[in-house]
């Protein structure tokens, strides 16, 4: 039981080229999440689904594409990255039908974006 | 709109020293009160929660209680040892069906022998 993974670990990239990064948790979690972590700024909801096949908007999504076609994996894409968007990639995951159930996040993606 | 405070670091202790890490919230009603924990390099991990006001949340020494009348969920541990050092965030039930975290910006912890 791996919980929830992300790939890479880290990456650099030039200025308007494109990048996927992947999230995959093995615990049957309806939802999923993906957050931007910058310093003085904590965690930020860049977009999140609540189920396969659906998506929505976080509180920055701008930027960013997501896409949720398996129910273990969710994907954020990058299609055009600009130096704004390095940052510290966090997902999570999250069991339906659980009141104020816990987030559970994966080890992190670094991105630096030249 | 709804938020999370919490008191900016970094926070430097000795060990076996006592913590205080403030938070406090807005929101309408009484939303569940979360404290995840980041050690260096790795991914946030829950380490308590409050789902109800003058709930206490606890787990590994640290305590912290939902007071509604203050809008406040600080943590405490009576005596923190150098493995406690990481980063530290609050967080809130977002209102809704989506189960959406609210986190504060985090506060750094650093424990010194």
């Known amino acids: 039981n791996a919980g929830v993974t992300q790939t890479p670990k880290f990456r650099v990239l030039k200025t308007g080229q494109s990048m996927t990064l992947l999230c995959a948790q093995d615990?049957?979690?309806?939802?999923m999440y993906w957050y931007r972590q910058d310093p003085g700024m904590g965690l930020r909801l860049i977009h999140y689904?609540?189920?396969?096949?659906?998506?929505a908007k976080g509180e920055v999504p701008d930027g960013y594409n997501v896409s949720r076609l398996k129910k273990q994996n969710f994907l954020l894409g990058l299609e055009s990255a600009a130096p704004s968007q390095t940052s510290v990639y966090f997902c999570?995951?999250?069991?339906?039908?659980?009141?104020?159930?816990?987030?559970?996040f994966g080890p992190g993606t670094r991105l630096l974006v030249l | 709109g709804d938020s999370v405070t919490q008191m900016e670091g970094p926070v430097t202790l000795s060990e076996e020293a006592f913590l205080t890490i403030n938070c406090t919230y807005t929101?309408?009603?009484?939303?569940?009160l979360f404290w995840y924990v980041q050690y260096p390099g790795e991914g946030l991990q829950l380490l308590l929660k409050?789902?109800?006001?003058?709930d206490k949340g606890s787990n590994k020494g640290f305590e912290a209680t939902y007071r509604k009348e203050t809008t406040s969920f600080h943590l405490e541990k009576g005596s923190v040892q150098v493995s406690d050092s990481a980063v530290y965030f609050c967080?809130?039930?977002?209102?809704?069906?989506?189960?959406?975290?609210?986190f504060g910006t985090g506060t750094l912890l650093a424990v010194q022998p």
């Open positions: 999570a995951s999250l069991a339906a039908g659980v009141p104020q159930g816990t987030q559970y």
């Open positions: 615990m049957n979690h309806e939802y």
């Open positions: 689904s609540v189920g396969e096949g659906t998506t």
């Open positions: 929101a309408t009603g009484y939303p569940s």
């Open positions: 409050a789902t109800k006001a003058d």
């Open positions: 967080a809130r039930l977002d209102r809704g069906a989506t189960n959406k975290l609210i």
